[in-house]
């Protein structure tokens, strides 16, 4: 009689071993970080026939399929946490002890913008070096930015740290575009798409010249003459240093009176403001030619 007794309790033992060991839902990570999104959680890979699983969520989501079963969805929508997603395992009559998951939501990544282009003008002299910061890309679990430019619309792409100088010579087009990738895909995090965040078209430079041209010449000795600087490339507002024999500033309009004398060397120098230039400042000269007075001899009487 006790063996017999003996061999029922160990049978009982046995089987509350086998159950306990088959349906209480194993926690393999206690807590968690996902992305704002649906998620899938599991419990035993071979469950006890005839075991349902009770599945409890306090804050941040909502159960959307599965509850009483071995697999349920969750949409996580509210940032914050950690909010605790629980299950406990019911069989032959009985309830298990629940396991739980901690879980911490974050918001989806948010790419990365500019926060300054140096130059900030939309377009650049050839050989002009340019260059981009950003403000940093957010969100996400195991992301980070990343950067590439690209030159000419060619389709190829290198990768660009911020801040670091970008040469433009020989090139018409400069384009920097950004993202936030890596994303633990598992739990729920997508990249976001490539984003073109700065740009520069590339201008070849044009040359500065000027041209002095006189009201009249030749010029008879002592008569006032007007010389012009006609400037080409010369910008909005050049400024103007006219001289006689490379000597002090005697003008600084566009226009420059003067009596000239023979052998005189007349220079104009221009400095442009307009962008993309270059001789500059570009000088002009000329050299008058200078008749002089003619003498009358004295009057006789005969």
Request: aromatic share 8%; net charge negative.
């Amino acid at each position: 009689m006790k063996t017999q007794f003996k061999l029922i309790r160990w049978m009982m033992t046995a089987v509350f071993m086998i159950t306990a060991a088959g349906v209480i839902a194993q926690n393999q990570n206690p807590t968690q970080t996902v992305c704002i999104g649906d998620q899938e959680y599991h419990v035993d890979s071979s469950p006890v026939t005839g075991a349902t699983y009770t599945w409890s969520l306090l804050g941040g989501g909502t159960i959307t399929a599965g509850n009483g079963t071995t697999t349920i969805n969750v949409f996580w929508d509210t940032p914050g946490g950690p909010y605790q997603l629980s299950v406990y395992t019911t069989a032959n009559g009985c309830s298990g002890p629940p396991q739980s998951v901690d879980v911490t939501v974050v918001a989806q990544p948010v790419g990365p913008g500019l926060l300054a282009k140096t130059p900030p003008d939309p377009g650049v002299c050839d050989g002009t070096e340019v260059s981009a910061t950003f403000t940093p890309g957010s969100g996400g679990v195991g992301c980070s930015d990343e950067f590439e430019y690209s030159y000419d619309n060619s389709g190829t792409w290198f990768a660009y740290t911020p801040a670091a100088l970008i040469a433009t010579a020989g090139h018409t087009l400069v384009e920097i575009r950004g993202r936030r990738s890596g994303c633990t895909a598992t739990l729920g995090c997508n990249e976001t798409p490539w984003e073109l965040l700065a740009s520069w078209t590339i201008t070849a430079p044009l040359p500065v010249s000027v041209i002095i041209t006189p009201d009249f010449d030749p010029v008879c000795a002592d008569v006032e003459v007007t010389y012009t600087a006609n400037v080409v490339n010369g910008g909005s507002s050049p400024v103007y240093a006219w001289r006689v024999n490379g000597g002090a500033i005697l003008g600084t309009g566009s226009t420059f009176t003067y009596t000239p004398v023979d052998g005189d060397v007349i220079t104009c120098e221009v400095l442009s403001n307009q962008q993309c230039v270059n001789n500059n400042p570009a000088t002009g000269t000329f050299i008058p030619v200078v008749i002089p007075k003619p003498t009358t001899s004295e009057i006789w009487h005969n």
